[in-house]
């Protein structure tokens, strides 16, 4: 399964996850909370930890949808897609 944290320095990670969580396939989505113990690396706040179901084009479209959606509810102005290897 591949996984994705979300996170954001202007909006909690539980608003994002009640949004994303509105607007996802339960079956090909699993939303989890995370907070600052359950990752190795430093963060200030909690994260929200998302595993695809499926590695095809239309799980990702439709998760990349859900992200700009979202994005655009909490009037954010920007949105950066980071690789494992920390590039943009």
């Known amino acids: 399964m591949n996984r ?9 990670a539980r608003e994002i996850e009640e949004r994303l969580g509105a607007l996802l396939p339960p079956q090909d989505f699993n939303l989890k909370l995370m907070t600052t113990e359950d990752y190795s690396f430093r963060a200030l706040e909690p994260m929200l930890l998302l595993t695809l179901a499926g590695s095809g084009g239309a799980v ?16 954010a102005r920007t949105v950066i897609l980071q690789g494992k290897s920390g590039r943009h």
């Open 60 to 75: 990702l479209g439709a998760l990349i949808t859900g992200l700009l959606q979202v994005a655009r509810q909490i009037k």
């Open 4 to 12: 994705i944290l979300i996170f954001s320095e202007t909006t909690s």
